[in-house]
């Protein structure tokens, strides 16, 4: 069950700041014993990304005070650190930063199903506290109003701190032997949504896939990989780079890249799913159009605006409706899809995942981590707790 949103005297929760207390001040400020180190941002603003001085997390009743470890940083990440978007908890402005979390408990409620020392994850996305209909019934990543709130996005502070507290009813209990790779939890449970969507689309009918083709091999698109090859299909990644460690990757999971282009990939035979993880209009375009008959097609990636192509729209209806295709979007995951990624994870080859990490970059040299680098998989914000 769901419990309801609160005000949270944590600074891992949206609060307002005590009286007189600024949480501005950035690390050249003398520290206080109170205090903990955090990277924020004022949304909206580029160039605002700082390490700065936040006050100790104080736990509520329900909630888990938790030593940060370590937090992935994404294309979200990039973007509201440009000022593209974001939104600071009410009454502040600056928000910590960070979504893709990795935490072991120091403190936990009496009576919870965690204690000190549980790797833990928590989840990004809260309902309204009046929720819609679907976050009334735990989907809030299908939230209708749009008025959900997002650690370390839209008005809750994220999980880029030394400390931080989560509700023990969003938080994610991890297997030990995560401890480096447990950032990757979040990620995961987007692709765990996907595939739990693409199995409930497909068995409207009988459904028996046996070729699935990945476009992009970018985190999103490896993980995806790996949860289909983890169902024993036989998978297919589109990406254009020619060396590097994704060639590798996808090779070792026993699935085969392709950097010639679509016709290439599905040169073999049409796929009967595509994970589309790009938002590259083209692929969108080509995903939609080369499917096996039943083909279903799962679009995560997101587009950028204005970008225009020519479309045969009544080739691609015919296709599509003679066919019975099915194309969807599918973003964020609620609950049921974190439990699914914890167990994908728990079950996969943990030399394989630590891979997925090719740098890790302390705190301190934060702006390392917003650089991109060519061979560059997935960078880590390392707290060392």
């Given at each position: 069950?769901?419990?309801?949103?609160?005000a949270?005297?944590s600074?891992?929760?949206?609060?307002?700041?005590d009286?007189?207390?600024?949480?501005?001040r950035t690390?050249?400020?003398?520290?206080?014993?109170?205090?903990?180190?955090?990277?924020?941002?004022?949304?909206?603003?580029?160039?605002?990304?700082?390490?700065?001085?936040?006050p100790?997390p104080?736990?509520?009743a329900?909630?888990?005070?938790v030593?940060?470890?370590?937090v992935?940083?994404?294309?979200?990440d990039h973007?509201?650190?440009?000022?593209?978007?974001?939104?600071?908890?009410?009454?502040?402005?600056?928000?910590?930063?960070?979504?893709?979390?990795?935490?072991?408990?120091?403190?936990?409620?009496?009576?919870?199903?965690f204690?000190?020392?549980?790797?833990?994850?928590?989840?990004?996305?809260?309902?309204?506290p009046?929720?819609?209909?679907?976050?009334a019934?735990?989907?809030?990543?299908m939230?209708?109003?749009?008025?959900?709130t997002?650690r370390?996005?839209?008005?809750?502070?994220?999980?880029a701190?030394?400390?931080?507290?989560?509700?023990?009813?969003?938080?994610?209990p991890?297997?030990?032997?995560?401890?480096d790779?447990?950032?990757?939890?979040?990620?995961?449970?987007?692709?765990a949504?996907?595939?739990?969507e693409i199995?409930?689309?497909?068995?409207?009918?009988?459904f028996a896939?046996?070729?699935?083709?990945?476009?992009?091999?970018g985190?999103?698109?490896?993980?995806?990989?790996?949860?289909?090859?983890q169902?024993?299909?036989?998978?297919?990644?589109?990406?254009?780079?020619?060396t590097?460690?994704?060639?590798?990757?996808v090779?070792a999971?026993?699935?085969?890249?392709h950097?010639?282009?679509f016709?290439?990939?599905?040169?073999?035979?049409?796929?009967?799913v595509?994970?589309?993880?790009?938002?590259?209009?083209?692929?969108?375009?080509?995903a939609?159009?080369?499917?096996?008959?039943?083909?279903?097609v799962?679009?995560?990636?997101?587009?950028?605006?204005g970008?225009?192509?020519e479309?045969?729209?009544?080739?691609?209806?015919?296709?599509m409706v003679?066919?019975?295709?099915?194309?969807?979007?599918?973003?964020?995951?609620?609950?049921?899809?974190?439990a699914?990624a914890?167990?994908?994870?728990?079950?996969?080859?943990g030399?394989?995942?630590?891979s997925?990490?090719?740098?890790r970059?302390?705190?301190?040299?934060?702006?390392e981590?917003?650089?991109?680098?060519?061979?560059?998989?997935?960078?880590?914000?390392?707290?060392?707790?």
């Amino acid at each position: 069950m769901l419990t309801p949103l609160h005000a949270c005297t944590s600074a891992g929760l949206a609060r307002a700041p005590d009286p007189g207390q600024s949480l501005d001040r950035t690390t050249t400020a003398p520290m206080q014993e109170e205090d903990v180190k955090a990277l924020t941002v004022i949304p909206g603003q580029s160039g605002s990304l700082a390490v700065t001085d936040v006050p100790e997390p104080t736990p509520a009743a329900d909630e888990l005070l938790v030593d940060g470890l370590a937090v992935g940083i994404c294309g979200t990440d990039h973007e509201i650190a440009a000022g593209e978007y974001g939104w600071a908890p009410p009454g502040r402005d600056r928000l910590v930063l960070g979504h893709e979390s990795l935490g072991r408990v120091r403190e936990a409620p009496p009576g919870s199903a965690f204690q000190a020392g549980d790797l833990v994850v928590g989840v990004v996305r809260r309902p309204d506290p009046e929720p819609c209909g679907a976050c009334a019934h735990g989907h809030f990543d299908m939230c209708r109003n749009g008025r959900y709130t997002e650690r370390g996005i839209k008005e809750l502070d994220g999980f880029a701190s030394e400390r931080w507290c989560v509700q023990a009813d969003y938080a994610v209990p991890l297997d030990r032997g995560l401890a480096d790779v447990g950032m990757l939890l979040e990620p995961t449970s987007v692709v765990a949504k996907a595939w739990d969507e693409i199995e409930s689309i497909g068995n409207r009918s009988w459904f028996a896939p046996e070729r699935v083709l990945v476009t992009g091999a970018g985190p999103i698109g490896l993980l995806a990989a790996m949860l289909g090859r983890q169902r024993g299909l036989e998978v297919h990644v589109l990406d254009q780079v020619t060396t590097g460690p994704k060639p590798e990757l996808v090779d070792a999971l026993g699935a085969t890249y392709h950097s010639d282009g679509f016709d290439a990939a599905v040169e073999g035979g049409h796929p009967d799913v595509i994970i589309e993880a790009t938002g590259v209009p083209s692929l969108v375009l080509e995903a939609m159009a080369r499917t096996a008959p039943y083909g279903i097609v799962c679009l995560t990636g997101v587009s950028a605006a204005g970008r225009t192509r020519e479309l045969d729209a009544s080739g691609l209806n015919r296709s599509m409706v003679l066919e019975n295709d099915v194309v969807f979007g599918s973003v964020n995951a609620n609950l049921h899809h974190y439990a699914l990624a914890a167990t994908a994870l728990a079950d996969a080859d943990g030399d394989w995942l630590r891979s997925l990490v090719t740098r890790r970059v302390g705190l301190e040299s934060f702006a390392e981590a917003f650089e991109f680098a060519d061979d560059d998989v997935k960078v880590v914000l390392a707290f060392g707790g």
